[in-house]
């Protein structure tokens, strides 16, 4: 192949300007050629090839393609070829599908390449990119790849900032992250083990002889939340993001409990209005029992746990659907028959739809706690339908939950083992 670039002149500008001398365009993708006619190339459906009619100069052309051969007004593209035939394929027919034996993602990274989108794919073939996809994928978000760029080439400030962050966020990132996520299950521990022993009915008892030490345990357990959030929302990036991610907005719940206690006891003392508000104060007191989910900053299980309800709030709000469309029926199918026909043996747990409905949850969840159930041979019939449908019903959606609970469940892992990379460098170093 003989590649000949446009005469220039000493200023180093082009003297002409690239034309397509010749009536015929060859494309050459990985050694498959195909010829077109030049008024083809503006309008062609993808929108590499279409760029090549804009370019008025070699280098432009050669940003869109690999290279050039100006004699034969030949562009080649270093591209896979057998791809590009079913590309060819979707531009002759309108189809698109994929290549056989062929890695989707790859495939996909041709449409890319070529100007197409997930989009033109036909259906089927949609939903198999979708779950490649999803199973190829690594949470990884944008912060965090900010960060690694940061921490490489940034000023001494920002590495220090960053470093904060990580060791603050990611429990598995360094040696000392590893230390204070151990420090911090301990307080949330010791917090809840305060708070369960506080509902003890001996614990009044202990609590008068030894109310200062109580005193002083809960206010380091909630000294150290404090500081622990404090500090968190200083080395962050983004301070509105910050407030509005849920853990940081039950850490929030969790300790305000706390100065709002000690705030109404600064201020009315012991006069009546603390009796009244007393109610309050212990409501809030036992929002407390949030701390348990800090612990989802430490634990890989209860961060997967947390991702798939995220992500599969669609199964979610379809179970529920289908327990309260069966609620429904079978609910009030088991007042009528329990307490609606039969006047002399009447059912009077089943006086009401909502006293039936009820019954019917416990009845499709299959707990039967036995406080109510039907006498009636029709409303045993009805019990034992109302059981087998629970067990269809509340299988259909868990299947899809329980897939996805594994996909981020690897996710995850995958994650955790990127900082364990960065902890085995930390220790090597």
């Known amino acids: 192949m003989t590649r000949r670039g446009a005469t220039e002149d000493p200023r180093g500008t082009s003297r002409s300007a690239m034309k397509f001398g010749k009536s015929v365009c060859i494309l ?77 993602l790859s495939f996909y990274n041709e449409m890319v390449y070529w100007g197409l989108e997930s989009s033109h794919l036909e259906f089927c073939c949609q939903r198999r990119l979708d779950d490649r996809m999803s199973d190829s994928y690594t949470c990884f978000s944008e912060e965090d790849l900010r960060g690694d760029e940061e921490a490489r ?26 230390i204070l996520a151990s420090v ?70 969790a300790i305000a409990p706390y100065y709002a206690s000690a705030l109404a006891s600064a201020v009315t003392g012991e006069s009546p209005q603390l009796q009244r508000a007393g109610v309050t104060l212990r409501a809030l007191r036992m929002m407390r029992i949030f701390w348990l989910i800090k612990l989802a900053r430490h634990f890989l299980g209860l961060q997967s746990l947390g991702l798939t309800l995220r992500r599969c709030y669609r199964e979610m709000v379809m179970l529920l659907v289908f327990v309260g469309v069966a609620m429904a029926i079978f609910g009030a199918l088991a007042q009528l028959l329990e307490h609606g026909l039969d006047l002399e043996t009447r059912n009077d747990d089943y006086a009401s739809i909502p006293a039936a409905c009820w019954w019917v949850i416990i009845s499709m969840t299959t707990v039967g706690y036995g406080d109510m159930y039907p006498i009636t041979m029709p409303g045993r019939v009805l019990g034992g339908l109302c059981v087998v449908s629970g067990i269809v019903l509340l299988a259909l959606p868990i299947t899809f939950i329980y897939h996805s609970f594994v996909q981020c469940y690897h996710e995850l892992r995958l994650r955790t083992a990127r900082y364990h990379r960065s902890l085995s460098t930390e220790f090597l170093n």
Not at 34 to 49: G, H, S
Not at 211 to 236: K, M, N, P, Q
Request: net charge neutral.
């Open 184 to 253: 911090s299950v301990v307080f949330v521990i010791v917090s809840m083990v305060v708070l369960c022993a506080s509902t003890l009915p001996d614990w009044e008892t202990a609590k008068n002889r030894s109310s200062e030490e109580h005193r002083v345990i809960e206010a380091v357990c909630i000294g150290w939340f404090t500081a622990e959030c404090i500090v968190r929302f200083l080395v962050s990036k983004d301070k509105c993001e910050f407030l509005r991610r849920p853990l940081n907005v039950i850490d929030l719940l």
């Open 28 to 104: 050459n993708v990985g050694g498959t050629r195909y010829a077109f006619p030049r008024d083809a190339i503006k309008d062609f459906p993808l929108r590499r090839v279409s760029r090549l009619h804009g370019c008025s100069s070699e280098k432009e052309v050669l940003e869109v393609c690999d290279d050039y051969d100006r004699e034969r007004n030949e562009f080649f593209f270093d591209r896979h070829s057998e791809a590009f035939v079913f590309i060819m394929l979707y531009v002759k027919s309108g189809k698109l599908r994929f290549v056989p034996r062929m890695c989707e």
């Open 153 to 178: 080439g940034g000023s001494s400030s920002a590495t220090w900032l960053e470093r904060m962050r990580r060791t603050f966020e990611e429990p598995t990132s360094s040696v000392a992250a590893q």
